[in-house]
T-cell receptor, first 113, second 116 residues
């Protein structure tokens, strides 16, 4: 079964600094998708960034970028120029084919002003 | 465009009562997912449908839980009878199977259920 692991229950960063959230996963599939979702206190699940496993190029969305290491099964999220609005729970998620999302346990990110 | 719509947003009920959660997926999406979020177990899939047909219900905790999708624009998740351990946030998500959709799922705002 596929599993997703986020080893950092909590992280904090100073406003305007850069922070990296870690995620590892386990799968025997070669074609899959990886996502980072943000969940603010409103509890809405917001997609931050996505990565297709067959693409070697790391995805980037404005201040958010990933470091996708397929062989190591690692998918970290880097947030540059952290803003107070980035404070939230961040979930790493995996899906293969047309199936369910498998989520990690989440990392709570605090931004210090 | 309207996103995934869930109702109610909050539900407080007493143990033993029937609870029905509702979801309207994004128009044109043909896959619908029900997830549950708790502190202990995190986010976990309960059931999902493709083209209104249940595909994987292995996450449904027990017979007290049932889900239906009578048409492409509506789904329900019913708990009968409810128990305090069912207290959680229940999310509905939908997805299109269209090409270049990245298998992305769009989530509703969730229903916070409290069973006293």
């Amino acid at each position: 079964a596929q599993t997703v692991t986020q080893s950092q229950p909590e992280m904090s960063v100073q406003e305007a600094e850069t922070v990296t959230l870690s995620c590892t996963y386990d799968t025997s599939e070669s074609d899959y998708y990886l996502f980072w979702y943000k969940q603010p206190p409103s509890r809405q699940m917001i997609l931050v960034i996505r990565q297709e496993a067959y693409k070697q190029q790391n995805a980037t969305e404005n201040r958010f970028s990933v470091n996708f290491q397929k062989a190591a099964k690692s998918f970290s999220l880097k947030i540059s120029d952290s803003q107070l609005g980035d404070a939230a729970m961040y979930f790493c998620a995996y899906t293969h084919g047309a199936q369910k999302l498998v989520f990690g346990q989440g990392t709570r990110l605090t931004i210090n002003p | 465009d309207a996103g995934v719509i869930q109702s109610p947003r909050h539900e407080v009920t007493e143990m033993g009562q029937e609870v029905t959660l509702r979801c309207k997926p994004i128009s044109g999406h043909n896959s619908l997912f029900w997830y549950r979020q708790t502190m202990m177990r995190g986010l976990e899939l309960l059931i999902y449908f493709n083209n209104n047909v249940p595909i994987d219900d292995s996450g449904m905790p027990e017979d007290r839980f049932s889900a239906k999708m009578p048409n492409a624009s509506f789904s329900t998740l019913k708990i009968q009878p409810s128990e305090p351990r069912d207290s959680a946030v229940y999310f509905c998500a939908s997805r299109t199977r269209a090409a270049r959709s990245y298998n992305e799922q769009f989530f509703g705002p969730g229903t916070r259920l409290t069973v006293l």
